[in-house]
Each structure stands twice: as structure tokens, then as C-alpha cells.
């Protein structure tokens, strides 16, 4: 086993390789080298679904990202943890065992890049590398094969076995098979794989995946590392069509949803799935960031009336600008028609749902004092919603719950401001008792209702009240989080976890920019502030580590260590930003920005 890791180490630093893939080497006058100068997509079958390209290795281990990343004390903290320095170990046997580093080695294997596919007739997945020098990846792949002889021998395992196919000598190495064509390297898990792309070597004329429709070659690009340039580091192209009607039973391609939630968040993406072609992914490194976008092609039609709730009439639903409150954790803004999605659940989900849905809308009907739920409540507020998340502070440690949870609002713009304020404030107030009642019914605490108006803003809440005749020995509940809030500002609701956040909210600037962000793109935005998550995070550092333990029967050092790496990493981060439009071109962007010193 020593010497199978140490093998997918030196072939797979970057993690291009599954855990069952290796290869060797071939005489550099066989007929595959002759055709060398087809194009790699030629050489894959046709029915092969995914195909990725990565970049040289020198387009990113030369980046100024990378330059800047290793260097930064959090990395290091990461790399001297006990899992990396055990993975490092093995690194170094491979290193040893070829007589070369690993950057010297990844450098020369993937000269021109590296190509990767999935094929699912045949079930493998293969990787393709072209090295800069043929002479030494022939010299490398001998290297590889000595060294796996010997150990497999030294630790009783089966021997390196080898077979020849059309001139090309194939090796396998416990699950997976490797070889070497000239200056190509060949890495798979299955043989009948490895012979079909040997096969369009020798003939051209088989079908292949460089004509198929799906491969929009998005994987083309030019690199440039130079300073303050982004680099394409990493392209994919994704054949919908054939992954949804070989997998037609999964949940993601029916044509309803079996959870709420799912349906609430990815609604709008399940019609993509369920129609579009094909995809595409892209990955870009830049000096202080990374980005990635997932894209396809997108077309009205697919959107049926009882999706309209998530992309609006004629796909034109729009999100808002985000709420800007200082030093708030996240920030979502979204496009979703409530009301339009709950009364049209008997066509977004199935028989199980919508009974549950169905009772809910009885129980919530008599909570809400005879209103329909679907059509008075959520109908009394515009799809364009805002939610934010910050941290909150508490006045003592003796106030202070056991499990610290971050503060949280929603805001809506009514369609009826001056009706629906006092049916808000009814309703509320009766929400309060409702937990009150259900409350003194489990031994919960009591809420105690307050209000006040802050010029025009008006602000209704509930605190629960601390027991004097109890002792919390583990700190406060985590009902303490909460002092659950309701605001009116103009034209606005608020709904707030804490009264201190209701306020904040109120106060600020709800009307903004009127117009949807970046001219009217994106249906849905997050901006998480990862420094303000990681400050989360650590308040609840404790809460974490013993977690850690019950979950995995780990040691307080180890799962503290754990924490430390995570919260080490999460220092490396400043602002994250997801964006989901569905223009010309559905695009599902990412972008990770990072901490400069």
C-alpha cells in the first residue's frame, strides 16, 4: 500500500487522479506516436461525458496567488499540522524513490497541460499528460515500475503486472493502469477504456468526443501569468443530456421536488438541469482571488408557470442590492414569489409534500387568525427579499448563552404598507403567546413582550426571561440567542431574531440603489464576510472542540487541533461572493477574495 500512495503522489499532487489510477511506458517508435498530433478530445469515446483541461503547472505553482499563499503564516500553520505532515512523508518517499521534487516533476509532466474524462459505458476515468521531454518520461515511468517491483515484492503483495496492446505496453498497479506513449502519460482504472483511446489514436475515423455536440471547447484559453494577469487554470465541459438519461431516476432531473427546501433553493437550477444540453465550468486565479463559474445554455420554455415564483415573469425576476450593515457575516438577496410557490406546490412536489404542506397551511391558517397563509400572508409581501446575518454581543458572560448564535433578519417591501403593519403587529403578538403557551408546556422559558418607536419605526419584540431561582451552571440556553423582533420602516418588515438587529436594519438605508444589481442580472446574491464568519466561529471555539469529540472519538487535543486548522484556513479569506443569473447564458458565479497582508 506504501508504494501504491507514494505512486499516486508523484502522478496526482494536484488531485487530477482518483485513488485507483497509475501507468508506464511504450517503445517511442509505436504507431500511436505517429498520430500524436491529433487532438486529445479525438482520442476519447464518444460516449465519454465530462471533460476537464488543466493548465501547466507552471500557470499556477508560478501565480503570484501561489507565491503569495505559501508564504502567509496561516498556510504554514497548515502545513506543519500532523495530517499534512503525513501526507508530506509520503511525498518525500516518492521523491526519494525517483530521485527528483515533486514541482520539478509535476513542471515537466504537464508541459502542455493535462486532460481528464469520464466515460460511463466503460465506467473509467482517465488522465492525459503530455511532458515537455520524451526521453525523460520514459526514464520517470522505469523509475515508477522499479520501485513498485520492489516494494510489492518486499511486502508480499501481488507483482506489477504488464500487458501490450497495438504496440502500447500498459502496467497495472493494484486497481489502476498505466502507460506511456512517447511524451504522453496514460492513467485509468479501467483497460477497456485505455484501449479505445489507443484505438482513435490508430484511427481517426471512429466516433469520438472531439465532434460531440456537447463539447463547447470553453476549454481553450491562453494563459498568461504575468503579475496582476488572471489565469484560466482549470476548464470543464459537462454532457447534461447523456448524465440525465442515464441517472433519470435521481431526484435532480425529476420534474418534482421531493423537499421543500431543495425546491426553495434550487428550483430555478433543477429546470436547468432537467433541460439544458450540456455545461461548462471554469477556474481563474487571480493575484488576491479565486473565481469560479459553473454556466449553460438557458431558454424561457423551460421555466413553467409553476417555477415563474423563482426566475419571474419571462425570467426577468431580479434581486436587489444586498443589505449593508457594519460588520455583518452574510448577505443574501433573491428573487422568490413565496406565495406564487405555495399555492402552486401541487405541481412543484409530490404527494408526500404537499400533505405535509397541506397540513401546515391548516395549522398556519388557524395561527394566523382564519388568513390563508399562501395567499394573504405571503401574498402581502414583494418576491424581492433581503436576509442578513451579523454577530451579536452579549452584555455578561453570567447573560451570555453556552452556544453563541449569530443574529439574523429578513426584509420584505409590503404591497399594502398601511393595512398589513397592523395585521404584522396582530399577528406577531400572537405569534409570542403561541411560544409562550407551547414554552410553559415543555419547561421552556418565558417570553416577555416589549415595544418601542424610534421616530418612525416602530419595533415590537419578546426577551425571555432569566429564572433567578435557577442556576444555569452551562451557561444560558440557546433560546438566549433570540429576542425574536418585528419592524416597519416606510414601506418595509422586518423579521429579526434579536430586537438589536430589528433596530439596526430599520435604521439603515432599506430603499437603496432602485434598480436590480449589475443592470438587472443576477437572480440570487450571497456576500459572506469570511473573517467575520471565522470571529463567529471562534466564540464558540469550545462548543466545537467537544462536538468534534462526541461526533468522531477523538481526543480534546486532536479535535482542538482540527479546530485550528479549519479557523487557520478560514484566515486565509476576506470576502466570498455567489451570484446566480439567468440571462442570455445561466451562470452560477463564485469568487473568494484573500486576505493581502
Not at 270 to 285: C, E, F, I, K, Y
Not at 576 to 585: I, N, P
Request: proline share 5%; hydrophobic share 45%; aromatic share 8%.
Amino acid at each position: 500500500m506504501r508504494c501504491y500512495c507514494s505512486i499516486v503522489l508523484v502522478f496526482a499532487m494536484a488531485g487530477w487522479l482518483s485513488s485507483t489510477c497509475v501507468l508506464d511506458a511504450q517503445d517511442a517508435g509505436s504507431p500511436v506516436e505517429k498520430s500524436m498530433q491529433e487532438s486529445v478530445e479525438n482520442w476519447l469515446p464518444a460516449t465519454s461525458v465530462i471533460y476537464a483541461k488543466l493548465a501547466p503547472a507552471d500557470a499556477w505553482l508560478d501565480h503570484p496567488f501561489r507565491t503569495w499563499l505559501v508564504e502567509t503564516e496561516p498556510f504554514k500553520k497548515v502545513w506543519r499540522s500532523p495530517e499534512v505532515l503525513k501526507a508530506r512523508s509520503g511525498i518525500t518517499v516518492a521523491e526519494f524513490a525517483l530521485g527528483t521534487k515533486i514541482e520539478v516533476l509535476l513542471r515537466k509532466l504537464t508541459a502542455h497541460g493535462v486532460h481528464l474524462a469520464f466515460d460511463p459505458k466503460t465506467q473509467g476515468v482517465v488522465l492525459l499528460a503530455q511532458a515537455n521531454d520524451e526521453e525523460w518520461l520514459a526514464r520517470m515511468a522505469k523509475k515508477v515500475i522499479d520501485f513498485a517491483r520492489k516494494d510489492a515484492e518486499a511486502n508480499g503483495r501481488s507483482p506489477i503486472e504488464s500487458a501490450e496492446y497495438l504496440g502500447v505496453e500498459g502496467y497495472k498497479v493494484e486497481d489502476g493502469i498505466f502507460a506511456v506513449m512517447g511524451p504522453w502519460l496514460m492513467v485509468t482504472n479501467k483497460s477497456e477504456l485505455a484501449k479505445a483511446i489507443i484505438d482513435r489514436k490508430l484511427d481517426p475515423a471512429l466516433p469520438s468526443m472531439g465532434n460531440a455536440s456537447w463539447h463547447t471547447k470553453s476549454n481553450d484559453w491562453k494563459l498568461d501569468t504575468e503579475v496582476g494577469d488572471v489565469a484560466r487554470v482549470l476548464a470543464i465541459d459537462i454532457d447534461l443530456a447523456s448524465i440525465r438519461s442515464a441517472m433519470s431516476d435521481n431526484d435532480l432531473f425529476q420534474k418534482q421536488a421531493k423537499d421543500f427546501g431543495l425546491e426553495l433553493f434550487l428550483g430555478g437550477i433543477l429546470s436547468l438541469l432537467q433541460n439544458a444540453p450540456n455545461a461548462s465550468m471554469t477556474l481563474d486565479m487571480e493575484p488576491a482571488a479565486l473565481s469560479a463559474e459553473l454556466s449553460c445554455p438557458t431558454q424561457i420554455e423551460w421555466f413553467t408557470e409553476a417555477r415563474e415564483y423563482y426566475v419571474g415573469p419571462q425570467a426577468t425576476g431580479r434581486a436587489l442590492p444586498p443589505l449593508q450593515i457594519e460588520g455583518s457575516i452574510a448577505a443574501l438577496s433573491t428573487y422568490r414569489n413565496l406565495s406564487e410557490m405555495w399555492l402552486r406546490s401541487g405541481d412543484l412536489f409530490g404527494q408526500e409534500v404537499n400533505d405535509q404542506l397541506a397540513q401546515a397551511d391548516s395549522t398556519l391558517t388557524t395561527l394566523f387568525s382564519g388568513k390563508d397563509f399562501g395567499s394573504d400572508i405571503l401574498g402581502a409581501i414583494e418576491p424581492e427579499l433581503r436576509l442578513i446575518a451579523i454577530p451579536q454581543s452579549f452584555e455578561s458572560d453570567a447573560l451570555s448563552p453556552s452556544l453563541k448564535l449569530p443574529s439574523f433578519a429578513m426584509v420584505a417591501k409590503l404591497r399594502k404598507p398601511e393595512a398589513m403593519q397592523r395585521e404584522f403587529k396582530r399577528i406577531f403578538q400572537s405569534f409570542i403567546g403561541f411560544l409562550n403557551v407551547v414554552g410553559a408546556m415543555e419547561g421552556q422559558p418565558q417570553l416577555d413582550l416589549a415595544s418601542e418607536t424610534n421616530g418612525s419605526l416602530p419595533i415590537y419584540w419578546g426577551s425571555y426571561i432569566v429564572d433567578a431561582d435557577r442556576k444555569y451552571e452551562n451557561g444560558l440556553p440557546i433560546q438566549f440567542n433570540f429576542s425574536p423582533a418585528l419592524a416597519f420602516s416606510g414601506d418595509f418588515v422586518i423579521l429579526s431574531s434579536t430586537a438589536d438587529l430589528a433596530r439596526r436594519v430599520a435604521e439603515s438605508n432599506l430603499n437603496g440603489p432602485s434598480e436590480a444589481v449589475e443592470d438587472g442580472v443576477s437572480n440570487t446574491l450571497v456576500e459572506l464576510n469570511v473573517q467575520a464568519l471565522k470571529g463567529a466561529l471562534e466564540s464558540n471555539e469550545n462548543a466545537m472542540i467537544a462536538q468534534n469529540m462526541l461526533e468522531k472519538g477523538r481526543t480534546r487535543s486532536d479535535a482542538a487541533r482540527e479546530i485550528e486548522t479549519l479557523l487557520s484556513i478560514l484566515e486565509l479569506m476576506g470576502r466570498a461572493r455567489l451570484d446566480l443569473s439567468f440571462a442570455e447564458r445561466a451562470a452560477l458565479q463564485l469568487r473568494v477574495e484573500y486576505v493581502q497582508p
